[in-house]
């Protein structure tokens, strides 16, 4: 079984400052991983995948992850917030299965603060 | 394209009504998803589809029914509300990888 655990539930921050969102995932074999974020009263939006090759990846918004093996970590990072990525934002796995079934971790609400 | 579109956006319900939640999608995709959020939860996935005619039960399936009559769409049932079913579904649909989500319905049992 795949299991996803975010470190942080809130991570306050000022604007400007650099950003740390920790997502620590299980599994058993190869895995796909994903970052996705929520804004107030709106589904989720797609920020970044990894599915193999280059473990830095970078996404929307001016987000970066990266695929860490060996300590089983895709920690999403941004050199500098601004007030709108005020977010929750959550991690998920998948184990490659036919289905393409994904498991999310709980989140963590990134507060950017002037 | 209008992705994924859920229907409605909100509803309250009195306990033991049943309902029925309506999610579109006009990617082609072959597989979609009914998940629920909950405070503190994360996304918790109810039932999904591999294909047209086909369900499968996710990791909280019971009170909930699905049916994939078409493969553009994909109805998620309450037969008997229960307080416990208050919570905001999403649905997806994908294609391989990453799933697209719908904006949410609201759900309130009283």
């Known amino acids: 079984a795949q299991s996803v655990t975010q470190l942080d539930s809130q991570v306050p921050v000022f604007e400007e400052a650099p950003v740390e969102l920790r997502c620590n995932y299980s599994s058993s074999v190869s895995v796909y991983l994903f970052w996705y974020v929520q804004y107030p009263n709106q589904g989720l939006q797609l920020l970044l995948k990894?599915?193999?090759?280059?473990?830095l990846v970078k996404g929307i918004n001016g987000f970066e992850a990266e695929f860490n093996k060996s300590q089983t970590s895709f920690h999403l990072r941004k050199p500098s917030v601004h007030i709108s990525d005020t977010a929750e934002y959550f991690c998920a796995v998948n184990s490659g299965g036919s289905n393409y079934k994904l498991t999310f971790g709980k989140g963590t609400l990134l507060t950017v603060n002037p | 394209n209008a992705g994924v579109t859920q229907t409605p956006k909100f509803r309250v319900l009195k306990t033991g009504q049943s309902m029925t939640l309506l999610c579109a999608q006009d990617m082609n995709h072959e597989y979609m998803y009914w998940y629920r959020q909950d405070p503190g939860m994360g996304l918790r996935l109810i039932h999904y589809?591999?294909?047209?005619?086909?369900?499968a039960k996710g990791e909280v399936p019971d009170g909930y029914n699905v049916s994939r009559l078409k493969k553009q769409n994909f109805l998620l049932g309450l037969e008997s509300a229960a307080p416990s079913q208050t919570s905001v579904y999403f649905c997806a649909s994908s294609r391989s990888g990453s799933q697209f989500f719908g904006p949410g319905t609201r759900l309130t049992v009283l």
């Open positions: 990894y599915l193999s090759g280059s473990t």
């Open positions: 589809s591999v294909g047209e005619g086909t369900t």
